[in-house]
């Protein structure tokens, strides 16, 4: 493919986009493939000679698109957002054709420089405390990581460096094997499956802090868990903190659980992967209140505003934090302007080298929506959220099952475990819209999340009256198996 053919054939690749994305709604959000499916459709082996690019695009409809699952739909209310926008894409498009690997200011001194001013203008977006601020001459600043899966496990890995180097400074003789084995961390019984994996990755003990009534950790069930670990000889060393959890978007206490990090000099890390996109709301600035107690905080962009994945924005107070854990400097990496002061090199921020031009898409993002359109774009699926809370609260079959605070609702019927299940399986099996559920305590529960950026109201509503009907039909069906009728509500012709 020449200049002239890729100027042809992207053109028509951005129709293809286009139209795929004006025309989702039409499209079942869920597929009908069994596991396998595409094996068989596909040659065994990569084709000798070159084919057409028709060729390709009708196969992708042929045989991609039956398996896709359409996140992008607005009848697609299942785990949480992840962003979409069209100058995310085009961002995306000039990130492939540059093709830079930016894993020094040397390899492309744009790609750095540009990620760190792009993580400043998101952290004062956010209003977070200027420690955590590049700026000319701050010891903190931003970094663009994968996840915050990544997020959680780079942070872990600095606290662990730091805390052991700590302790073989007072205490030479001790050993690094000494020391991991009674480091310990804690998260809430709420927090994400992801750290429980930072900690295997990481060698370390993760226990679980028992959440309150609201699914909050607070300040005395974390107190207890310390003051017992040290009792132990243990030694206390890393907080996971989270804004939003997965399960029911809940809230840990940062304003309580800030302070005894503080006092204990232990490790504060913040994921608000979901609710941290609303931080740049004024009316939800408040439940970032307490994160000038944190050492490290990470929120995803490219789950609610509006930067396509990958994009997961990492900031530490101390960035000596975490080079100070990865850095090294193989001859082949160095560069003469490494030890300047004036630049950073990324590749001591992260796990792998290389990295690609990411901050191109916050760039064009905040560029093109401007601050006060990304607030627009969050206060809108947070009144749909709402609007679907009312819809739930007026049928007395159901119920709301944790405070609605952002774009997520959880809610149930009222009854058994296995009457919800049941309800999940109808819903899902119709195809017409996508949930997936969770466990709050041992209730299980329907979670509702506001996702696509093409849903409206309509969308809500539709969705609300199919889940009805669903139910409907399914607490008919099983009043009439207590009955002993037929379950399709039928009777049986004395002419049969």
């Known amino acids: 493919m020449n200049a002239h053919e890729?100027?042809?054939?992207?053109?028509?690749?951005?129709?293809?986009?286009?139209?795929?994305?004006?025309?989702?709604?039409?499209?079942?959000?869920?597929?009908?493939?069994?596991?396998?499916?595409?094996?068989?459709?596909?040659?065994?082996?990569?084709?000798?000679?070159?084919?057409?690019?028709?060729?390709?695009?009708?196969?992708?409809?042929?045989?991609?698109?039956?398996?896709?699952?359409?996140?992008?739909?607005?009848?697609?209310?299942?785990?949480?957002?992840?962003?979409?926008?069209?100058?995310?894409?085009?961002?995306?498009?000039?990130?492939?054709?540059?093709?830079?690997?930016?894993?020094?200011?040397?390899?492309?001194?744009?790609?750095?420089?540009?990620?760190?001013?792009?993580?400043?203008?998101?952290?004062?977006?956010?209003?977070?405390?200027?420690v955590f601020l590049a700026g000319e001459a701050g010891e903190g600043g931003g970094v663009i990581q994968g996840s915050a899966s990544e997020a959680t496990l780079v942070a872990l890995l600095a606290a662990r460096t730091k805390v052991t180097r700590c302790l073989q400074a007072a205490s030479p003789g001790l050993t690094q094997a000494t020391i991991m084995e009674k480091l310990v961390a804690y998260a809430s019984d709420q927090a994400h499956s992801s750290v429980e994996?930072?900690?295997?990755?990481?060698?370390?003990?993760?226990?679980?802090?028992?959440?309150?009534?609201?699914?909050?950790?607070?300040?005395?069930?974390?107190?207890?868990?310390?003051?017992?670990?040290?009792?132990?000889?243990?030694?206390?060393?890393?907080?996971?903190?989270?804004?939003?959890?997965?399960?029911?978007?809940?809230?840990?206490?940062?304003?309580?659980?800030?302070?005894?990090?503080?006092?204990?000099?232990?490790?504060?890390?913040?994921?608000?992967?979901?609710?941290?996109?609303?931080?740049?709301?004024?009316?939800?600035?408040?439940?970032?209140?307490?994160?000038?107690?944190?050492?490290?905080?990470?929120?995803?962009?490219?789950?609610?505003?509006?930067?396509n994945f990958d994009c997961s924005a990492m900031w530490v107070k101390k960035r000596t934090d975490l080079t100070g854990?990865?850095?090294?400097?193989?001859?082949?990496?160095?560069?003469?302007?490494?030890?300047?002061?004036?630049?950073?090199?990324?590749?001591h921020w992260q796990l792998p080298l290389g990295r690609r031009f990411r901050s191109l898409k916050m760039w064009f993002?905040?560029?093109?929506?401007?601050?006060?359109?990304?607030?627009?774009?969050?206060?809108?699926?947070?009144?749909?959220?709402?609007?679907?809370e009312a819809l739930v609260h007026q049928d007395p079959r159901f119920e709301i099952c944790a405070e609605v605070t952002l774009g997520l609702v959880c809610f149930r019927l009222k009854g058994s475990n296995k009457l919800n299940e049941a309800l999940l399986e109808r819903i899902n099996s119709a195809k017409k819209i996508h949930l997936v559920p969770c466990h709050l305590r041992d209730q299980f529960v329907l979670r509702f999340a506001i996702c696509s950026r093409t849903v409206e109201s309509a969308h809500v509503q539709l969705a609300w009256e199919h889940i009805r009907g669903l139910a409907t039909d399914l607490l008919g069906a099983q009043k009439e198996e207590k009955a002993g009728k037929p379950c399709w509500g039928g009777q049986i012709s004395s002419t049969i």
């Not at 969050?378 to 749909?384: A, E, G, M, T, W």
């Open 6 to 130: 890729f100027r042809r054939r992207g053109k028509e690749m951005v129709d293809y986009v286009a139209d795929y994305l004006e025309g989702v709604e039409g499209r079942q959000v869920y597929p009908d493939v069994e596991p396998g499916y595409l094996r068989p459709l596909l040659p065994t082996a990569a084709p000798q000679e070159p084919e057409t690019f028709e060729d390709i695009i009708k196969d992708v409809e042929k045989i991609i698109m039956p398996g896709v699952t359409h996140w992008h739909s607005p009848y697609f209310f299942a785990y949480f957002p992840t962003a979409s926008s069209y100058p995310a894409m085009l961002a995306d498009m000039l990130c492939g054709a540059i093709g830079c690997i930016g894993f020094s200011w040397a390899a492309s001194p744009a790609c750095t420089e540009l990620e760190t001013v792009m993580m400043d203008w998101l952290g004062k977006m956010l209003r977070l405390p200027a």
């Open 197 to 307: 994996r930072a900690g295997l990755i990481g060698g370390v003990k993760l226990k679980a802090i028992p959440s309150d009534g609201k699914f909050a950790m607070r300040a005395s069930a974390l107190q207890e868990a310390l003051e017992r670990d040290k009792a132990e000889g243990l030694i206390p060393f890393f907080v996971v903190a989270t804004l939003g959890t997965t399960s029911c978007c809940s809230f840990d206490n940062l304003l309580e659980v800030g302070p005894i990090c503080r006092e204990e000099d232990v490790w504060l890390h913040v994921d608000a992967a979901y609710a941290g996109s609303a931080f740049i709301c004024p009316e939800f600035r408040h439940l970032l209140n307490g994160v000038e107690y944190a050492d490290s905080f990470n929120f995803n962009p490219h789950k609610w505003l509006l930067v």
């Open 365 to 388: 993002v905040f560029r093109m929506y401007g601050v006060k359109g990304l607030q627009a774009y969050i206060r809108k699926h947070v009144q749909l959220s709402h609007e679907f």
């Open 325 to 347: 854990a990865f850095k090294l400097d193989p001859v082949y990496l160095k560069h003469s302007h490494q030890d300047s002061g004036l630049i950073t090199d990324y590749r």
